[in-house]
Each structure stands twice: as structure tokens, then as C-alpha cells.
């Protein structure tokens, strides 16, 4: 149990465009979902915790511009890379739980490649 | 705020042997503390966490860790070290509940020797 998947798992595109990376919880609601990025042999780094029916609470540094954050429902968070230039290329991690309280941990989906030419 | 030192960038070890990973947390309080496994290009896989109780933990794939609250300390263990450990592994921890962010330390790369 406990699944999280994560699409795309590698994205190449031109500088300019936006891109969009969706968060799934498969067989649990997750109310709260987070986002990471994670720089080439490095630690990962929280961007944003996303809060469904809420605004998305984000790190300090990072851009809310252009990394929009959309939690719509239960299951789902998407995180949108708008106007991608190259220093956006990362891999990019979300993370679920099923909630406080009841002690269940974060489950992390296998991240997206994005790669920005 | 609350941060995780991972004092070995990269260990090497042969396999069959024992190993014995650091991980030690800054914060006024008991943490929850966590350790997850990436393997190239995937995401994170939990290997075993620890909320309160018994301060040794078990784990998937034969790993174990000790939380020392003297020490401020959550090293992760395993007896004897298999070629598909090899991985990059993460401590973490979360301060107000296992829905609260984590802070990751910067993990440690093992490198396992046939």
C-alpha cells in the first residue's frame, strides 16, 4: 500500500514552454503533499508543501511564480515549471502521506527528469 | 530550525561486510527520524523510521537503526552488506509529525565491492 506515482518520469523540452508534473496518491487520500528538487548528486531540497483546497506553502527562495502548485483534490497535486529555462533542469520528487495522527510516513513517488534545452 | 548532518559523503564496503551509516540531528526536541534509499534516478524508498518507543528499529532489507538521544544520533546499520545495497541513502527528519516537511541530510553514496 501507501503508492505514489509520478508522470512524467523524464521530460526534455525547449527553453520557454511550461511544463506540468503530476503527483498521484493511488490508494490513500493525501491531504497534504510535498515537492522536492534535487540537484545532481545532491540532498533534496523542499520546494513546497501542498495543502488540497489551499494555497500552497512555499520555501523561502522559491520562485511561486514559476513553480505554480495545484492540489485540487485528495489524490492529486500538480506542480507546473512555467516559461522552463536550462538552470530549471532537475529532478523533481513529490512525497504524500495519508496524514497526522496517524503515523504514517512520507511515501515518495520516482521523480521527473526534466531536462530544459 | 531542526538539520541533519550525514558526516560520509561516500563509503565503500565489500560485500558480505558489515556497515554502518552516520546520521546525526540538530533540534531541541526528539525528532521523527527516518531513513529512505534512493537508486539511480528513482525516487525514495523508506527503509525504516522512528517515532518514539523502542530505540532500535527494524527495517526492510535486513537494515536496523539505533536512536541515541546522548548523542543526538540515528546511525543506520545492516550485518552483512549485499552488491544491491549499493544506493544513495538519506536521513531524514520531521519535526511536528510525520506530515510535517523533512529536512534531508546529504546522504551517503555506498559503494559495495565484490
Known amino acids: 500500500g501507501a503508492v505514489v506515482s509520478q508522470h512524467p518520469s523524464r521530460v526534455i523540452c525547449k527553453s520557454g514552454t511550461s511544463v506540468k508534473i503530476e503527483c498521484r496518491s493511488l490508494?490513500?487520500?493525501?491531504?497534504?503533499m510535498f515537492w522536492y528538487r534535487q540537484f545532481p548528486k545532491k540532498s533534496l531540497m523542499l520546494m513546497a508543501t501542498?495543502?488540497?483546497?489551499?494555497?500552497?506553502?512555499?520555501e523561502q527562495g522559491v520562485e511561486k511564480d514559476k513553480f505554480l502548485i495545484n492540489h485540487a483534490s485528495l489524490t492529486l497535486s500538480t506542480l507546473t515549471v512555467t516559461s522552463a529555462h536550462p538552470e530549471d533542469s532537475s529532478f523533481y520528487i513529490c512525497?504524500?502521506?495519508?496524514?497526522?495522527?496517524?503515523?504514517?510516513?512520507?511515501?515518495f513517488g520516482d521523480g521527473t527528469r526534466l531536462s530544459i534545452l | 530550525a531542526q538539520s541533519v548532518t550525514q558526516p560520509d559523503i561516500h563509503i565503500t564496503v565489500s560485500e558480505g561486510a558489515s556497515l554502518e551509516l552516520r546520521c546525526n540531528y540538530s533540534?531541541?526536541?526528539?525528532?521523527?527520524l527516518f531513513w529512505y534509499v534512493q537508486s539511480p534516478g528513482q525516487g525514495l524508498q523508506l527503509l525504516l523510521k522512528?517515532?518514539?518507543?523502542?530505540?532500535l528499529v527494524q527495517g526492510i532489507k535486513g537494515f536496523e537503526a539505533e536512536f541515541k538521544r546522548s548523542q543526538s544520533s540515528f546511525n543506520l546499520r545492516k550485518p552483512s552488506v549485499h552488491w544491491s545495497d549499493a544506493a544513495e541513502y538519506f536521513c531524514?527528519?520531521?519535526?511536528?509529525?510525520?506530515?510535517?516537511?523533512?529536512?534531508f541530510g546529504t546522504g551517503t553514496r555506498l559503494q559495495v565491492t565484490l
Open positions: 512525497s504524500a502521506t495519508p496524514g497526522q495522527g496517524r503515523n504514517q510516513p512520507q511515501h
Open positions: 490508494d490513500f487520500q493525501a491531504t497534504t
Open positions: 501542498s495543502n488540497e483546497g489551499s494555497k500552497a506553502t512555499y
Open positions: 533540534y531541541g526536541a526528539t525528532p521523527y
Open positions: 522512528y517515532f518514539s518507543g523502542d530505540t
Open positions: 531524514a527528519v520531521a519535526i511536528t509529525g510525520t506530515a510535517s516537511k523533512l529536512t
